[in-house]
């Protein structure tokens, strides 16, 4: 099945520059697989979005979602 | 002093023009920075006078490690708040660190003022008081370029200077320091102008040869591979700090429009890509450090109808995007810059202006202030008002801005509106509403600052909210930093300096640390820092907590006001069992 995995800016340096990526899974796949599947390490994910709601990193995934991954938030 | 055992502390009282150096054995187990600050802020405080009495102290101190490893940039400056009324500590990077160690001093402790403006300039073998009457009234820019042409040292100097918000005395005027850096918060600024003192230049010209070089570059070389080539850091030279406007935003974090919402609907126009697109022209970086996080942005303004246009070049990082962006509506990138200039030129906090604004407009709203007051249409969004206002916080124009220029908390005593005076401590808001963390540990920090703790940030790694751990990892948080704060490394690179690079990098320039000895040291320095603020009057039973954050729901959702009460209690109690062990 499909889904669509958008990446900000901040973090498509770990997407070769890709910040729209149409992704094939088969069986059961979670948001935060698909994520770090893509190349943003774990220590690199704020937190992940499906169809616009913040959704915990186990949230299996279903044909067409849309997912979004945030950067970390940084400061002193 | 590197290699020695003792702490060189230079002595400069305005009022009788008298310069002292001492070596101060018994400051050694302070480490420096923030340690030894606090020491002889304890020592040198008069608690019976006002805070801004010219007796008053002013403290600054570079750390155990500064410039001598990468990303240990900073100095600290110590004093009383004229904001908080109690602990001020405020830290700035720049050149300062470097030329305070070459110039070989660890410490300086400024008493007394000066019947007339005076600058005070600073090299290792001379210390002189001059006239600075006619700088008085200039800009930061301004008096930082005629230092500049004035004294000799340039590339080995710093210059720290007021603006006519701190020689007006507004209780939020910051210190600028060399190009861009400032001892922000807190109202140094203020506390400075109340002494006459204008500016300090300080040259830093002296050689001093590493020992152990093998040793120390060894140790030398893996911070810097840590820090150049890991992802550790380059998110602060890439994006930097405003990379935070989008999740924050995303995840109902982000302060907007005094905090009546938790997300802005032109957060992208503000955002972190949107300047780097927009307005990002050059990154530079504190001496030391070679990550380079500091981003300048530029904005067109044209010098009058029909005229040419300049190009203003300011800093920007993600408190000012919120303090003069979302927290007052602000809707696009280069009215941000502008806003930043003004505050810039005239010396103020840009985090506490914006959100002392953000009341201001509340207020007005709610009619609590009248139009003949704030002379101004402030309003959300409205740019223009906002530049006059600040301007008129900084002279003091009238009896409203007198009182809006000692704080949001000072004002809404008077005007009301108290609910929504965003203060922690008396100290205005940082930009973060993610949750507990983000309410609890500016509350307790002993400089009510978001970077006392990270509260913020053990939100954001919390994976579910516990009363108990949330607790205790402020603590320790508070403590760890007041160690770090002794080096003195740039939080930024706290995950560079872990205890195990900590202990290498000190031990390889002469130290003889464990890991012990730095637990010992960070809770000495934070048992200090308590004992100044209850001397201070400080309680930690008496803070209240504005109504607001309980009525916009923070990026953990809706928060409760009475467990952040039982929270702040359960904060105290360890904070007194800590205490009670020292009276023992």
């Given at each position: 099945?499909?889904?669509?995995?958008?990446v900000?800016?901040?973090?498509?340096?770990f997407?070769?520059?890709?910040?729209n990526?149409?992704?094939?899974i088969?069986?059961?796949k979670?948001a935060?697989?698909?994520v770090?599947s893509?190349g943003v390490?774990?220590e690199?994910?704020?937190?992940?979005?499906?169809?616009?709601?913040?959704?915990?990193?186990?949230y299996?995934?279903?044909e067409?979602d849309?997912?979004?991954?945030?950067p970390i938030?940084v400061?002193g | 002093?590197?290699?020695?055992?003792y702490?060189?502390?230079?002595?400069?009282d305005?009022?009788?023009?008298k310069?002292?150096?001492?070596?101060?054995?018994?400051?050694?187990?302070?480490?420096?920075?923030?340690g030894?600050?606090?020491?002889?802020?304890?020592?040198?405080?008069k608690?019976e006078?006002d805070?801004m009495d010219?007796?008053?102290?002013?403290?600054f101190?570079?750390?155990a490690?500064?410039?001598i490893?990468?990303?240990?940039?900073?100095?600290?400056?110590?004093?009383?708040?004229?904001?908080?009324?109690?602990l001020?500590?405020s830290?700035?990077?720049?050149?300062?660190?470097?030329?305070?160690f070459?110039a070989?001093?660890?410490?300086?402790?400024?008493?007394?003022?000066?019947?007339?403006?005076?600058?005070?300039?600073?090299s290792?073998?001379?210390v002189?008081?001059k006239?600075a009457r006619?700088f008085?009234?200039l800009?930061?820019?301004?008096?930082?370029?005629v230092v500049?042409e004035?004294?000799?040292?340039?590339?080995k100097?710093?210059?720290i200077?007021?603006g006519?918000?701190?020689?007006?005395l507004?209780?939020?005027?910051?210190?600028?320091?060399?190009?861009?850096?400032?001892?922000?918060?807190?109202?140094?600024?203020a506390v400075l102008?109340?002494?006459?003192?204008?500016?300090?230049?300080?040259?830093g010209?002296?050689?001093?040869?590493?020992?152990?070089?093998?040793?120390?570059f060894?140790?030398?070389?893996?911070?810097?591979?840590?820090?150049?080539?890991?992802?550790?850091?380059?998110?602060?030279?890439?994006?930097?700090?405003?990379?935070?406007?989008?999740?924050?935003n995303?995840?109902?974090?982000?302060?907007t429009?005094?905090?009546?919402?938790?997300?802005?609907?032109?957060?992208?126009?503000?955002?972190g890509e949107t300047?780097?697109?927009?307005?990002?022209?050059?990154k530079?970086?504190c001496?030391g450090?070679?990550v380079?996080?500091?981003?300048?942005g530029?904005?067109?303004?044209?010098f009058?109808k029909?005229?040419e246009y300049?190009a203003?070049?300011?800093?920007?990082?993600?408190?000012?995007?919120f303090a003069?962006?979302?927290?007052?509506?602000?809707?696009s990138?280069?009215e941000v810059?502008?806003?930043?200039e003004v505050?810039?030129?005239?010396?103020?906090?840009a985090m506490?202006?914006?959100?002392?604004?953000?009341w201001?407009?509340?207020?007005?709203?709610k009619?609590?202030?009248t139009?003949?007051q704030?002379?101004?249409p402030?309003?959300?969004?409205?740019?223009q008002?906002?530049?006059?206002?600040?301007e008129?916080?900084?002279?003091?124009?009238n009896?409203?801005?007198?009182?809006?220029?000692q704080?949001a908390?000072?004002?809404s005593?008077?005007?009301?509106?108290?609910?929504?005076?965003m203060?922690f401590?008396?100290?205005?808001m940082?930009?973060y509403?993610?949750?507990?963390?983000?309410?609890?540990?500016?509350?307790?920090?002993?400089r009510?600052?978001h970077l006392?703790?990270?509260?913020y940030?053990?939100?954001q790694?919390?994976?579910?909210?516990?009363k108990?751990k949330l607790?205790?990892?402020?603590?320790?948080e508070?403590?760890?930093?007041?160690?770090l704060?002794?080096?003195?490394?740039?939080?930024?690179a706290?995950?560079?300096?872990?205890?195990?690079?900590?202990?290498a990098?000190?031990?390889?320039?002469?130290?003889?640390l464990?890991?012990?000895?730095?637990d010992?040291?960070?809770?000495?320095?934070?048992?200090?820092k308590?004992?100044?603020?209850?001397?201070?009057?400080?309680d930690?039973?008496?803070?209240r907590?504005?109504?607001?954050?309980?009525?916009?729901?923070s990026?953990?959702?809706?928060?409760?006001?009475?467990?952040?009460?039982e929270?702040?209690?359960?904060?105290?109690?360890?904070?007194?069992?800590?205490?009670?062990?020292?009276d023992?």
């Open positions: 099945m499909k889904v669509y995995l958008e900000g800016s901040f973090l498509k340096r997407t070769s520059e890709q910040t990526l149409e992704i094939n088969s069986g059961d979670t935060a697989e698909v770090l893509a390490p774990e690199e994910i704020g937190f992940i979005t499906v169809n616009g709601q913040k959704v915990d990193s186990d299996v995934l279903k067409n849309i997912i979004r991954v945030y938030i400061g | 002093m590197i290699y020695e055992k702490i060189r502390v230079l002595y400069l305005l009022t009788t023009k310069i002292r150096i001492e070596h101060r054995k018994d400051l050694y187990s302070y480490l420096g920075g923030v030894v600050a606090s020491k002889l802020l304890e020592e040198n405080l608690p006078l805070p010219p007796q008053q102290p002013v403290i101190a570079i750390g490690a500064s410039t490893f990468p990303v240990v940039t900073k100095t600290v400056a110590m004093f009383w708040s004229p904001l908080t009324g109690e001020g500590e830290y700035a990077g720049g050149r300062m660190a470097m030329t305070l070459l070989g001093y660890d410490a300086i402790v400024i008493t007394g003022s000066s019947s007339k403006p005076t600058y005070i300039t600073i290792r073998n001379n002189e008081f006239d006619a008085w009234g800009s930061c820019d301004e008096v930082g370029r500049r004035r004294e000799p040292g340039g590339g100097r710093s210059i200077r007021i006519p918000a701190g020689e007006n507004v209780s939020y005027a910051c210190v600028c320091v060399d190009t861009y850096r400032h001892f922000g918060r807190l109202g140094l600024g102008g109340s002494k006459k003192l204008k500016a300090i230049s300080i040259v010209d002296r050689d001093l040869p590493i020992k152990n070089f093998k040793d120390y060894k140790v030398y070389q893996e911070i810097y591979n840590k820090v150049t080539d890991t992802s550790i850091m380059s998110k602060y030279h890439d994006a930097g700090t405003p990379v935070n406007i989008e999740p924050l995303a995840a109902g974090g982000l302060p429009k005094n905090l009546r919402q938790n997300v802005f609907e032109h957060g992208d126009k503000i955002s300047f780097a697109h927009k307005n990002l022209v050059r530079m970086a001496t450090c070679p380079g996080c500091i981003h300048i530029q904005f067109r303004r044209e009058d029909g005229h300049e203003v070049s300011v800093s920007y990082d993600y408190e000012l995007l003069l962006g979302s927290f007052l509506g602000i809707k990138s280069d810059l502008q806003l930043i505050v810039e030129k005239l010396g103020l906090d506490s202006t914006g959100v002392v604004l953000g201001a407009t509340e207020a007005l709203a009619n609590l202030i139009l003949e704030t002379l101004v402030l309003a959300f969004g409205n740019t008002a906002y530049i006059t206002a600040i008129y916080i900084a002279y003091k124009k009896e409203f801005y007198s009182i809006l220029a704080g908390e000072k004002a005593e008077i005007y009301g509106g108290k609910e929504f005076a203060t401590g008396k100290n205005e940082p930009g509403h993610t949750g507990y963390g983000s309410v609890i540990g500016p509350t307790v920090g002993a009510h600052s006392c703790n990270g509260g940030s053990i939100d790694s919390m994976k579910e909210f516990d108990e607790v205790e990892k402020l603590f320790k508070e403590k760890e930093r007041c160690m704060n002794s080096l003195i490394i740039c939080l930024f706290r995950k560079v300096y872990d205890r195990e690079t900590i202990l990098a000190l031990n390889s320039i002469d130290y003889n464990t890991n012990e000895d730095l010992a040291i960070g809770e000495r320095i934070y048992k200090t308590l004992r100044i603020k209850k001397m201070m009057g400080y930690g039973k008496n803070v907590f504005p109504k607001r954050l309980f009525e916009t729901p990026m953990s959702g809706q928060l409760d006001e009475k467990v952040a009460y929270l702040l209690d359960m904060y105290n109690k360890k904070v007194e069992e800590m205490m009670a062990k020292e023992a």
